[in-house]
């Protein structure tokens, strides 16, 4: 959303904060959507004209400001209204909430019950806070751009990875009785030019264009939008973009055709904050929701409101599509039980926010007075220390640098490891794309960033540890001092030196390179160069560049990602063997980003109106799909990450496909959200038998890629793509056999002119391994008779 609120000066209102906490009330738990629509519809049946437009109609009016956009209550009917809150990795502006590790960071533990305890526990924050529905999770962007300014709020890439963490997000948060926000559909994959703006001149240029061919949205972009859908996602966000020239959220093809008539999506379509720019062409397209809405009246108009009460009255759009579009908003609502004790909104976040916005002693304070936040955050470092630390990947580990033993003498070093100088909330959006210089980032910036109300930093977590055995721990922070080389303070050379460097990412901008900011790349080799066992600790939205990674003092190199907030105990935890590092990339890391593939459209094709155009060449060929069709050798691959111990996968592999499958689905068993029931049938089932046989016990993520037939599906097919994974923890010795399986849809591709998926006919291989360039065993097979 756009942070800059524009207009706020004409909602303000005084709301009473005396009211119920109903913190302990447990959600009611999901009923059918057959039995929840029937109760939407009914409650719709009573709503006036005025009242349905309403319900449809966003604004902030709801409490105090709370709630970053919200649907108004109709009393008469024992409706409290909707309130909605950013964003992915916990709630935003608020006190007394948690920093949750971001999409990427538990992408990157490629670990299901931990991508959905992470879920639940976001959503119980939410729901004590009173908020009824998540802007979240985020597959949008996915990341064809490694320097997109958002990606690391998302699960990468991958579409199968993706598929799977929007999966168990939405069930994780959906558990908790609050609203999942699947979002932002589709191909929003660039901050630059993201949406509207006025030239100098005064004309308007519009937001840039996605141009992506139909066999791409389907198998790329829009697959992990199907997997929430499927979940039972209750709102899916339209982005800013356009989408083949058409605004994405005035866009038929996307959101009728494939969302609501292919994908049978019965929830409703929420627009981006202000990408909502037309009242007729966006309620009959598809929007159900227009956001933030009334609050832009001096900005600029509402498009639904008033407005769409004319439209309805002039006709131009049906009762019949108003009474549709309520009727979705209503459906979850029911559905999760929102009408039976959900507990009221937390007044508290308006003022934090204000705060923020304006500081202490503005006029608004009047309005807003300061009352204490409700504290939600229960248990929830413990889960976010587990998947800090389980999201870390271990890059390089030579000379047995790691893990650590009981080092009388450590360094810390690198400006990522003190508390942030600017305090606790990392929110400039659309200026600064290297951030702030002293201070961790646990998470990044934009309306996905969450407030901190505690922050464990490494240097605190790291001086604790080594306390705790009578160790001593230098300190050199600043990266200017380091990267001149003398280290005049350092007095002897720690036997371990671990130097925490960080990149920046945020919304509204893209970054400006994949380097380590604030002079770290000097930093490296200067503290390579007195220090030999220099043990770099990277804290970043994914992506990044390592021209030092082959240095041969650099002993140890860490992608901690974005962990959150426990960010100092998840990489003690990993620095000494408390726990295994077993993360594995959810992305490439290529020598240079020339490697990377497509990047940012940084100008107009022409200077036009609509001169922004991204055309999507590539099709799917992105990350490793584009490293494998290229044949460019990265620096660390897709899946790639390493153990305190080894693992080993038997040759064999053994795949068993269902006799007699059709090329086609079998429409005939129906359709229910997320498609035709006949494309999750399981169809194919891949074993094969992994052992550790190092001498600690630790986790194996066995990957199972698809080569599909190359003769008998259109060019543009990727090399081979990502279709199973487990992780799975392994004593000393031990061994496991490791089950993989495929619906029809993995092995499908979309058959644009049919409209269509279709099982191909000829040999698929089947390649398993340890990463997407370390595949241990292969089998070939035809899965049609
Ligand atoms: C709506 O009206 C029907 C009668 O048409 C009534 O039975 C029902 O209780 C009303 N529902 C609500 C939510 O007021
Ligand atoms: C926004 O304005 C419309 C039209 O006046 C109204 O129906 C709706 O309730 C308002 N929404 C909010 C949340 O105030
Ligand atoms: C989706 O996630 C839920 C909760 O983790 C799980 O029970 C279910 O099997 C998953 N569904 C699919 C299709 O993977
Ligand atoms: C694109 O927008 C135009 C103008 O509103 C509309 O006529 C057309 O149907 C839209 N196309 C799609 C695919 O939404
Ligand atoms: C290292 O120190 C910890 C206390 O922090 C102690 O529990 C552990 O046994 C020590 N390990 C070795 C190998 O001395
Ligand atoms: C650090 O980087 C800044 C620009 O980012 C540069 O001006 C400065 O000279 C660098 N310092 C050193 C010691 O390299
Ligand atoms: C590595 O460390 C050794 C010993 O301190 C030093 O002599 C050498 O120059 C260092 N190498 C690099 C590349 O910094
Ligand atoms: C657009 O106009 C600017 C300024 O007049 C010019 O520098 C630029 O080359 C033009 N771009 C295109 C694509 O024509
Ligand atoms: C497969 O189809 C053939 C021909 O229709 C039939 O004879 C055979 O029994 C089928 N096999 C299975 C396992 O269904």
């Excluded at 319900?55 to 902030?60: F, K, L, M, N, T």
């Excluded at 300014?149 to 997000?169: K, Q």
């Excluded at 204490?372 to 955050?377: E, K, Q």
């Excluded at 620095?575 to 594995?584: D, F, K, T, Y």
Aim: net charge negative.
């Amino acid at each position: 959303m756009l942070t800059k609120l524009r207009g706020i000066f004409s909602v303000l209102s005084v709301f009473a904060a005396s009211e119920t906490v109903l913190l302990s009330a447990p959600p009611r738990g999901e009923t059918s959507w057959s039995e929840a629509i029937e109760k939407a519809s009914e409650f719709v049946s009573n709503l006036t004209l005025t009242e349905k437009i309403g319900v449809v109609s966003g604004g902030y009016l709801y409490p105090s400001l709370a709630c970053v956009g919200s649907i108004g209550p109709i009393s008469r009917l024992g409706f409290d209204g909707i309130c909605f809150s950013d964003g992915p990795a916990g709630v935003a502006r608020s006190d007394g909430v948690s920093v949750f590790p971001s999409g990427i960071t538990v992408a990157a533990t490629w670990d299901r019950e931990l991508i959905y305890r992470r879920a639940v526990a976001i959503g119980e924050e939410f729901r004590a806070k009173g908020a009824h529905v998540v802007l979240g999770p985020s597959t949008g962007p996915m990341g064809r751009h490694a320097r997109g300014g958002r990606n690391w709020e998302g699960f990468g890439p991958d579409p199968y990875l993706a598929g799977v963490s929007m999966n168990a997000s939405v069930s994780g948060i959906q558990s908790t009785g609050v609203q999942a926000c699947s979002k932002h559909l589709v191909a929003n994959e660039q901050e630059l030019q993201r949406t509207s703006s006025t030239a100098e001149d005064g004309t308007a240029i519009e937001a840039i264009s996605s141009n992506v061919d139909d066999r791409t949205l389907h198998e790329l972009y829009l697959w992990p939008f199907a997997d929430a859908v499927k979940a039972g996602t209750s709102t899916i966000m339209c982005a800013y973009n356009r989408v083949n020239g058409n605004y994405s959220c005035a866009n038929s093809d996307i959101l009728t055709t494939f969302l609501k008539e292919e994908l049978a999506f019965p929830g409703y379509v929420i627009s981006d904050w202000f990408a909502t720019h037309g009242t007729e062409n966006f309620a009959n397209e598809g929007l159900d929701i227009e956001m933030p809405g009334n609050v832009s009246t001096l900005a600029g108009p509402a498009y639904f409101g008033d407005r769409l009460l004319e439209a309805v009255n002039d006709g131009i759009v049906s009762e019949e599509r108003l009474d549709d579009m309520a009727k979705r908003v209503m459906s979850p609502y029911f559905r999760l039980g929102q009408d039976d004790s959900f507990p009221t909104v937390d007044p508290s976040s308006g003022p934090v926010f204000l705060t923020y916005q304006f500081g202490h002693g503005s006029p608004l304070s009047a309005y807003y007075p300061e009352v204490d936040a409700r504290d939600v955050r229960g248990e929830h470092a413990a889960i976010i220390r587990e998947i800090g630390a389980a999201g870390t990947v271990l890059l390089k580990n030579i000379n047995g640098a790691l893990p650590l033993t009981n080092s009388s003498n450590v360094g810390v070093f690198g400006n990522d490891a003190l508390y942030p100088t600017v305090g606790s909330v990392y929110f400039d959006i659309g200026g600064h794309s290297e951030g702030f210089e002293w201070g961790t980032y646990d998470i990044g910036g934009g309306s996905g960033t969450v407030r901190h109300t505690d922050l464990v930093t490494p240097l605190e977590a790291v001086q604790e540890k080594v306390k705790s055995f009578g160790g001593r721990v230098q300190i050199l922070l600043d990266n200017d001092k380091i990267t001149e080389g003398l280290f005049k303070t350092i007095y002897p050379v720690p036997e371990a030196c671990l130097l925490f460097l960080k990149a920046y990412a945020t919304e509204g901008v893209d970054r400006s390179s994949l380097d380590l900011e604030w002079n770290a790349t000097q930093a490296v080799e200067s503290t390579a160069a007195i220090c030999p066992n220099t043990i770099v600790t990277i804290h970043g939205p994914g992506v990044v560049h390592m021209p030092w990674a082959d240095n041969e003092n650099v002993t140890a190199i860490l992608a901690a990602h974005y962990p959150g907030e426990e960010t100092g105990n998840a990489i003690t935890d990993v620095l000494w063997g408390i726990v295994e590092p077993s993360g594995r990339l959810p992305y490439t890391i290529p020598k240079t980003l020339a490697d990377y593939g497509p990047d940012i459209v940084e100008s107009p094709e022409r200077n036009a109106t609509d001169g922004w155009q991204s055309n999507f060449d590539e099709g799917q060929l992105i990350d490793y799909r584009h490293f494998d069709a290229k044949d460019i050798e990265p620096l660390y691959e897709f899946g790639f990450g390493m153990s305190y111990t080894s693992f080993d996968m038997s040759d064999a592999l053994e795949v068993d496909v269902t006799a007699n499958l059709s090329a086609l689905v079998d429409e005939s068993q129906g359709i229910e959200p997320g498609g035709f029931i006949d494309l999750w049938t399981r169809v194919a089932r891949v074993a094969v038998e992994v052992s550790n046989i190092g001498s600690r016990t630790g986790h194996a993520v066995p990957q199972l890629y698809v080569a599909f037939p190359q003769d008998t599906t259109p060019e543009g097919t990727p090399v081979k793509v990502l279709r199973g994974f487990h992780k799975v923890s392994l004593d000393a010795g031990e061994s496991i056999a490791v089950q993989f399986e495929l619906t029809r849809r993995d092995v499908s591709f979309w058959d644009p002119s049919a409209k269509q998926w279709v099982v191909p006919e000829g040999a698929f291989t089947f390649m398993a391994g340890f990463s997407s360039r370390d595949l241990k065993s292969t089998f070939e097979t035809s899965i049609l008779a």
